[in-house]
């Protein structure tokens, strides 16, 4: 009976390889790709394939893929593209596994047609492919070098995948340079079929694997890039450089690869919720992968700084406030503890300065302390040049320090500073792969991706919420609004889904003319607020179609007419369904609170500092839902207005849980009714603990025909 390989894995340790393309032209990547496979020590069978035939490498060249007998695990492309189509359909006659398509010139110039035929071929027959417009892969399971690079590949523990191909390669140079050795390197290009998800579903068990870099320019499917990576990360450390974080840089990553950039300020928060380092430049990236890849993990989060010179040492203080990183102050352990290595002159605050005079020795006793101490669990060790310093004892006080330091299962990081003595140290140390780093801020940076990715374990939740909403009612308002050929609902209706929600709104009234309007004030209690209800102004208060504190009829006719005329002037186009009158609410902390249907990574949910100044301010959060109370609770603690619902100036606590509430329930219509597309509460008034919150102005989208939303 055969046994299924599951071809992801094959993928990553196929049995057997064939290169469509292969060639005995140096100048060729089909060339490249066999040397690589029989120089990197492929324990598999390779076949080359050539229309000429003859020999490859002392491999026989087989004319088509028809001449070979037996199964084929994988198959690399590189061929022109015009050809690409064919290949992959002999490959799925063949019963291949799996393809990696080499050759460029799909979505990513604006050929989706070819793209889109492969993808088909791909879901028909279930054979997987990777591409197009990839480098190749490499796997240290298969000792497999599938990739056109010019470097050789170590192994090791280091996973990259990268959407960028140019850049991959670039990265396995840097990698050699660096000394970092690689479990697996593995091209994503414009992921028509196989994407990150499918390739961390691999990693995340692959026991060679200590930490994951990767590059993304855009992201497709979210909704299934999520739980992956909270899969992952709860295993073992992911590290994400994201491209397309300006405007500009978006559109840019949109055409190299023909995927969208996303929003950056979702993108950010997604992947911290799922415990995503984020770095800021490759050098960085790099830095913490290494660092993460090999030290062992803080049993706490206390850290001491051990210098030689004050500046350096207030440096490294400042960079622990900005990565997060909590300086151990207990003094009187800290003398107990660094007073036998640190001169009276020095201080054995934190950070200790043991002086500019310190020798190798006086390290090697400052250092050996918090390896040993019980009430440290990290250090950074900070060394500037002096003329006094034995500089040829640097190199083994480092190791001696550093062996300690791991013997005791506590991470340390270093900071050298000096000339060209330093920095050749530095450079030979950093080649046996020991944390030593040229600037604090790298040193730094490194620990406190360690305590932030520990951290994120610590208090992981994976627990959700799904409020209890009346749905079936809601989707009956969304029924009527369609059947009008509407895509947004009124305020009125905007007023129901808020009370099949459960959440609580003023009493309102729409009215179509004066004479309702008037009506509709002598219904509600005073004093009244009213609103211009139109479908196309969406800032009321920028049009001047709203009206505060309306006492009598006297003032709703007045009101009436002013609202009608401001907006006619702001939008002479624009269609007035009527005004909303509402009993105003009391004065509170007013927030904005709201839901979409984001195309690439499905229901998020945000709030944040809410009024007429949300889009000057953008003092918001963001999450992807379903999540729990804890996340909600997070989003809050993220925006830099939040103290306010603490209570300031001796006000009480705000309705923190009934925030919480809110932003769950807005995520669970999203989850319920899938016809919506947006929700936004602005302002959501935020009274005392006792005296909950009312949501004042409400706007809900619905999916266009098409299909998705807007929000990219």
Known sequence: MKTEVDPIRALFEPASIAVIGASQDRKKIGFTIVKNLVSGGYRGTIYPVNPSGGEIFDLKAYRSLGEIDGPIDAASIAIPAKLVVEAVRQCAAKGVRNVQIITSGFSEVGNHSDENTIAAIARETGMRVLGPNIFGLYSSSASMNATFSASAISPGSVAILTQSGALGIAMIGRTAVENIGLSAIVSTGNKCDIDETDLLGYLVDHEATKAILMYIEGVKNGDRLIPMLKRVTLRKPVVVIKSGRSKRGAMAAASHTGSLAGADNIFDAVMRQCGVLRAESIDEAFNWCKFLSASPRPKEMRAVIVTNGGGIGVMATDACEKYGIELYDDQNVLKEVFSPATPPFGSTKNPVDITGGAMAEDYDL??????????????????????TFDSENLSPMIRETYNRHMSAGKPVTYAVVGGESVEKTLMELRRENLP?????????????????????????SDSTDIAEIDAARINGIIDSVQSQGRSFLLADEGREVMEAAGISVPRSRVARSLKDAIRASGELTNPLVMKVVSRDIIHKSDAGGIALNLE??????????AILHNCRSYDPNAVIDGVELAEMAPQGIELVIGAVRDVSYGPIVMCGLGGVYVEVM???SFR????????????????????LLLGVRGEKRKDIDGVIDMIIKLGSILIRCDRISDIEINPVRVYDSEKGLRALDVRILLKTIQGGSSHE
């Open 366 to 387: 400052a250092l050996s302390a918090p390896a040993t101490s019980e009430h440290m669990d990290a250090t950074i060790a900070l060394y500037c040049e002096t003329a």
């Open 624 to 643: 992807s839902f379903p999540m729990g109370r804890q996340d909600a609770m997070s989003m809050l603690q993220e925006i830099r207005s939040y103290p």
């Open 552 to 561: 009598n009829a006297d003032e709703v006719m007045d009101a009436y007419g």
């Open 436 to 460: 030593v780093y040229g600037d604090v801020y790298q040193a730094v940076s490194c620990l406190g991706s360690a305590f932030k990715y520990y951290s994120f374990r610590d208090e992981f």
């Open 618 to 620: 953008k003092d918001v």
